[in-house]
């Protein structure tokens, strides 16, 4: 399984532009032509406890808005591509546990029991509580 190891080469993968405050809304394109699955992790309001959110689904050439309930700038992002390859690792990237079949739960001081995999999820920042990734282009 092939990784994109720089959030960086996910095209300009974050791009920090404008927006409120009142929440964190990443603005998500999926340029690929096939699916991609995402998880997400931030600082909640509490500025303590992390939040890991996932499966957020794009299908080929599609685009969402992923409202988190966080004020934070800071967000971390890790996902999967049809056919195996990855968003995730590069500078800042945090390694976290993920649960294919939840949606979202807080991360433990003491980890997650069994966690489906422990991946690298990518750095990301938000400009005034918005940030612009887009996922692609993949390897052929």
Not at 2 to 18: D, E, I, N, Q, T
Not at 45 to 69: H, P, Q
Not at 77 to 95: D, P, T
Request: charged content about 15%; aromatic content about 12%; glycine content about 12%.
């Amino acid at each position: 399984m092939s990784k994109w190891s720089k959030w960086a080469a996910v095209a300009g993968a974050v791009g920090l532009y404008a927006s409120s405050s009142a929440a964190l809304t990443l603005e998500c394109k999926n340029i690929t032509p096939v699916p991609v699955s995402m998880a997400v992790a931030y600082l909640d309001y509490d500025g303590k406890s992390w939040m890991v959110e996932g499966w957020y689904t794009l299908e080929a050439g599609a685009r969402a808005n992923i409202e988190l309930d966080s004020d934070n700038s800071i967000f971390y992002i890790y996902g999967e591509f049809q056919g195996g390859q990855q968003v995730s690792g590069g500078g800042g990237s945090l390694e976290l546990p993920i649960y294919y079949r939840t949606f979202k739960y807080v991360q433990s001081p003491n980890g997650v029991e069994r966690p489906d995999a422990v991946v690298s999820f990518s750095r990301g920042y938000a400009n005034n509580g918005h940030a612009v990734i887009t996922l692609g282009p993949i390897k052929q």
